[in-house]
């Protein structure tokens, strides 16, 4: 791994402070917290996230489904008045929890030698890689997660409790001895966050099923809730937290220019300008002559 200065400096921002979790290591970039940003004047948010685009060159945005909608459209409402191609804003499909592990990676890898284009799409590469869940009280209210109306059912009766894995698949089980979810085959750290139910016993044991380095605790995003339905809840989420590893994955994928801004980018689409690639050539009009019959 390169250990120069990076070419282009680019912040990882958040909307709240309890989605900036504390640094993985030593190199790990403070996040930027956006927080009360629809609160704000207009004017005082523009001016900041002007000052943060002329600071760090680029600024990458990542925030949940979850996040509440007039957060959502000051974001863009901002970034439309500053009609800047520097700003993107990332929403994965992932739980809050795991989208404040998947922010972090990318503040690990900001200190890298990757470019602006690179970094915010490896945040797509490496959302495949992390497994999110939840122990629910009830999922009476879940509509991210298939429930059959079985689940629904039992979810009414007095302590019924569930684990569900809402990413990479989604899985539903009603907790109880021996049973489990289906997690990685390869090695990862868990990280739990406990709301008003604590079923740390319960998770550790599936911890120790998929076989982690080691489990760490956070405190559960306020945007969790509204995520899983439920405030009875605790959250967790295994990831890759090896920089070298993480640096590895992505410098490992093929990277092409963006065809609009020309940002270099991995994947198919550019997060900043939000380009699709363009659509494939039909088939030249010679080929098809050549399976005409005379």
Partial sequence: MKSGELRVPTAIAVTSADMALPAQD??????????????????????????????????????SAATPEPVVRRLHTLRSLLESDRI??????????????????????ASCDLSPGVLASAG??????????????SVAKLDRVPVGLKAHAKSWMPGSQFAVLAHP???????????????????????????????????AGLA?????????????????AAWWGTARITEFCSYLAD???????????RQAGCHWCGLAVIGDRC????????????????ALEQRTPA
């Fill in 271 to 286: 997060v900043f300008c939000s380009a699709n690639p363009p659509a494939r050539e039909p088939a030249a009009p010679r």
């Fill in 26 to 63: 030593e190199r790990t970039m403070p996040a930027v917290v956006l927080s009360g940003i629809d609160q704000r004047p207009l004017e005082q948010a523009l001016t900041e996230l002007h000052t943060l685009t002329e600071q760090y060159g680029y600024v990458v945005v990542v925030c």
């Fill in 124 to 137: 797509r590469l490496l959302t495949h890689y992390i497994h999110a869940g939840a122990v629910l009280g």
């Fill in 169 to 203: 698949e989604p899985q539903l089980v009603k907790v109880g001895p021996g049973v489990t979810l289906k997690g990685p085959d390869f090695n990862t750290w868990m990280l739990v966050a406990k709301g008003q139910q604590t079923q740390g016993d319960w998770v």
């Fill in 208 to 224: 120790g099923q998929w076989s982690v380095h080691g489990l760490r605790e956070a405190p559960l995003p306020a945007e969790s």
């Fill in 243 to 253: 920089l070298s590893v993480l640096y590895q994955l992505v410098t490992s994928v």
């Fill in 88 to 109: 993107a804003l990332f929403r994965p499909e992932l739980p809050p929890l795991g989208v404040a592990v998947l922010a972090r990676q990318l503040r690990q890898l």
